[in-house]
């Protein structure tokens, strides 16, 4: 789990790496990706013709690969990346390889201190968690989630073979939801969104039993109510409670085990989200035709955009961001039904200091990267940036960004904004 | 002309166990249900309003090529579909249903051809595409366009394409172009590019050179561009066609949130006329947005801007005379006509317009999901479109034999008219002449 109490949150800028190192001799170096905590920036890099290696603060390391794709760092700070060896592909997490090798892999997931990656191996599909493979593999699979302890994951799976343009056979329902390998007995046409309780003991999904019905199945049993259109469930903390944003008459409403709680009175209504002591649920919504907002508790904010994303919750859970998109393609971020000053070529996803009274994000204009705390631009312009993080008083900020081939992480002061 | 009599009727299992399934009763209050809850004040005005003129006749590609057979005109098709459905309240037979089927999903394009002629401005169309909503109500939807629709619904593209399929097939691209220009990428996954290159289904399954022209354009142009690695790259849309509006906000929500979760400014999508549809008039508004949440560039908009900008520069253009198709979707539709013929004009020594043109295209018949509704009704979109086998005959007998159409259902469509009709035509993509005929200054030699 992160722990950014040993983080360095000595004020002033570090200059961490000078990209020209991953650049130098190499064919191209593709995209740097960076640690949370700021230390290490890494990025795939074209060695040779048909060769590629990581570059880690400026380290080739010894391993080259036939091809490395999805780079990404965990909450942790590990680096995890997918390589191919010898027509294999690996999982390379701080460029170790897991010791299996597969067809193919994708969609690497972090939860928990975990890694899992979906898997084709002999064209069957699953799942691979911190290097073990599922001992079930599927014709199909899909719609991978990782719970939050690290370990469990579902997905969609086929679990009987289907020829070609068998639509009767498909309309019997041929999709199931396995939990770490292991297939619910129920079958549905479709399964989407599966998603894990707090306690990982329980999933929820969504699922469509014919064509025109749809519902949400926890642990295999379905809801007592079918519906138009359902999107995707989510689990209130604590309990097994399953709330999802339900279709009836044309109008969406939140359901919670199937009895309606929020009236169906919304044009648009996704991404539930409930805040971690499960008092607060707040959702994307619409309040009419191209009319977007947030939702708490069944309320909007007053203010509504053509278009909402990235909802993220306070750390009480009690305020939220969400970026904006306005009218001309440009975007802002409103915070608490307030949408900060300022046009933006784009906003990206925000983040809240611990205490929930700052928000930072980095923002885009003109092709220069500004990080913003509560609306206003935080120490200086990069040619790209990365997502903030706030120290765990929420006294200052971490900066990071690249300029000309400069990477650097800066620690700023966050108490005046 | 009696509503239970119907004499072309074609045999496909979709549409035949789906109405052996069917009661009166089923039908009758599945229509009441229909009309209750869905359709509204526009399908009753229309249908109150028609007066039955039939000036929309001459501006349907079925009804010229059946030699004014009435039944096969726009007005003949709604009189014989829904408007026994609504004067009679939904009483109909199960036979009745496979008629309505039949018509509207392999008869008609919903090209909207007919509305620019209609004097009152009734959207046949969209008559035509309730029809197909209320036999995809009742489970009554051709064999294959249903296929691909569950397709959608399980994979989120319409091929089957798995989900490791989907990037294998970049990254194969990406190795072969890579002999011709070295440094080329397909980026995968990156957050905040400028672009978002979408496609569909049907090119990493059996037309992968497109992706890799496209890569090699892209990469020429030197554009900040990315490709998500993950569900929601397919723009296309069958559900849309089938009727099942509930898979199509699905997956135009899939589609956009993919993009939105890139951060990218602008999705730029490729030669596809239905999917262009589905993205700026029909899924995006079914999820509640009023325009698209993300800017969607078609490939005609797009080729127009790196052309003009000087992004891309052609160092030949493609020798002898072509034509150009206007696809319904993109110029009907949405206005780019003169986009398009700034393009070919770039691209072609010479373009000899076909007759009629621009918004007054005839269809290629195989929009609308009628290709998508299998081999059964091939010979239905081949003799249905004897009127744009005129059309090309018209401007092959002036020199053209090649037809550029920037849609991936329209060279379907023309193909079968092409080899049907014997004009002995090439069709081509505006990536395949672009790619073929564009300076390569970043190509080894």
């Known amino acids: ?417 | 002309m009696k509503e239970s009599k119907f004499d072309r009727k074609i045999d496909d299992i979709g549409l035949k166990e789906g109405i052996a399934k069917l009661t009166p009763e089923k039908i009758q209050q599945t229509f009441q249900k229909f009309m209750d809850s869905e359709a509204g004040a526009k399908l009753r005005v229309y249908h109150e309003t028609c007066v039955r003129c039939g000036m929309c006749s001459e501006a349907c590609h079925f009804f010229v090529s059946h030699d004014g057979d009435p039944s096969y005109s726009p007005v003949g098709k709604v009189t014989q579909t829904m408007n026994v459905l609504i004067n009679k309240k939904g009483r109909v037979d199960a036979e009745f249903v496979y008629k309505c089927a039949q018509i509207a999903y392999t008869e008609c394009n919903l090209c909207r051809r007919c509305m620019h002629y209609c004097p009152l401005g009734i959207d046949t169309g969209y008559i035509m595409s309730m029809v197909r909503r209320f036999c995809h109500l009742l489970g009554v939807t051709p064999q294959y366009i249903q296929d691909t629709a569950h397709s959608h619904s399980a994979t989120f593209n319409q091929m089957w394409v798995k989900d490791d399929e989907w990037p294998d097939a970049l990254l194969w691209q990406e190795e072969e172009a890579r002999d011709e220009f070295p440094n080329l990428r397909i980026p995968l996954d990156v957050v905040g590019a400028d672009i978002m290159y979408s496609v569909i289904g049907p090119e990493p399954k059996f037309r992968t050179q497109l992706i890799y022209q496209a890569a090699a354009i892209l990469h020429e142009a030197g554009v900040n561009w990315t490709m998500p690695s993950l569900p929601g790259w397919d723009n296309s849309d069958m559900a849309m066609y089938t009727g099942d509006f509930e898979m199509m906000g699905r997956l135009k929500r899939a589609h956009f949130e993919c993009a939105q979760n890139l951060k990218v400014k602008k999705v730029v999508m490729g030669e596809c006329g239905h999917a262009f549809r589905s993205v700026y008039d029909m899924g995006n508004r079914w999820c509640g947005w009023d325009n698209y949440p993300v800017e969607v560039v078609h490939s005609i908009e797009f080729f127009a801007y790196l052309l003009r900008t000087g992004m891309i520069k052609m160092k030949t253009k493609f020798p002898g005379p072509v034509t150009i198709h206007d696809p319904c979707n993109i110029i009907r539709g949405r206005g780019l006509m003169d986009e398009l013929r700034f393009v070919a004009h770039e691209i072609a020594e010479e373009v000899i317009e076909m007759t009629p043109n621009r918004e007054y295209n005839y269809c290629c018949c195989a929009g609308g999901g009628v290709i998508n509704c299998g081999p059964p009704f091939k010979n239905v979109r081949v003799k249905g479109n004897k009127a744009k086998a005129i059309q090309l005959r018209g401007v092959k007998e002036k020199g053209v034999s090649t037809v550029i159409s920037p849609c991936h259902n329209c060279h379907g469509g023309l193909e079968d008219i092409i080899h049907g009709y014997e004009l002995g035509m090439d069709l081509k993509f505006l990536g395949d002449i672009i790619y073929e005929h564009m300076e390569k200054t970043k190509a080894v030699e």
């Open chain 1, 1 to 417: 789990m992160q722990d950014r109490s040993n983080w360095d949150w000595d004020p002033g800028k570090r200059v961490v790496l000078d990209t020209a190192k991953c650049s130098e001799g190499v064919q191209w170096m593709e995209e740097l990706h960076v640690s949370p905590d700021g230390e290490t920036a890494a990025a795939i890099c074209c060695t040779d013709e048909a060769e590629f290696g990581i570059c880690v603060n400026g380290d080739f390391g010894e391993d080259r690969y036939e091809k490395a794709i999805c780079p990404t760092f965990t909450p942790e700070g590990k680096y995890v990346a997918l390589v191919s060896q010898d027509m294999e592909w690996y999982v390379s997490v701080d460029r170790e390889l897991w010791p299996e090798g597969y067809g193919f892999l994708w969609n690497i997931m972090v939860n928990g201190g975990g890694v899992a990656v979906a898997v084709q191996q002999d064209m069957q599909y699953g799942m691979c968690v911190n290097g073990e493979t599922w001992e079930n593999l599927y014709d199909n699979a899909n719609n991978f989630t990782f719970g939050p302890d690290g370990k469990s994951v579902a997905a969609a799976v086929q679990v009987e073979p289907m020829g070609q343009a068998e639509i009767f056979k498909f309309q019997s329902g041929i999709f199931s939801v396995a939990v770490n390998g292991e297939p619910w007995k129920e079958q549905f046409v479709n399964v989407y969104t599966p998603v894990f309780s707090d306690d990982c003991a329980s999933v929820a999904c969504q699922v469509r039993r014919s064509l025109y019905d749809y519902t949400i199945a926890v642990d295999g049993k379905v809801w007592n109510k079918n519906y138009n259109c359902v999107w995707e469930p989510v689990f209130k903390p604590g309990t097994k409670d399953v709330f999802a944003p339900v279709r009836i008459a044309g109008k969406w409403g939140m359901a919670a085990n199937g009895e309606l709680q929020w009236e169906n009175k919304w044009t648009q209504l996704w991404q539930p989200q409930f805040s971690k002591d499960g008092k607060n649920l707040w959702a994307i919504g619409a309040t009419g035709f191209g009319k977007f907002t947030v939702v708490k508790n069944n309320a909007p904010w007053s203010v509504t955009f053509p278009v909402v994303t990235d909802l993220v919750l306070s750390h009480d859970g009690e305020k939220a961001a969400a970026i904006a998109k306005k009218s001309g393609d440009k975007y802002t971020l409103v915070v608490n039904g307030s949408a900060w000053a300022g046009d933006y070529d784009m906003i990206f996803p925000p983040v809240f200091s611990p205490d929930g009274t700052k928000v930072g994000c980095v923002a885009e204009k003109n092709g220069k990267y500004n990080i913003l705390v509560n609306g206003k631009p935080c120490g200086e312009s990069f040619d790209r940036a990365f997502t903030p993080a706030f120290s765990p008083d929420s006294a200052k900020v971490l900066v990071k960004g690249v300029s000309g081939t400069e990477y650097s992480r800066s620690v700023l002061d966050a108490t005046g904004f």
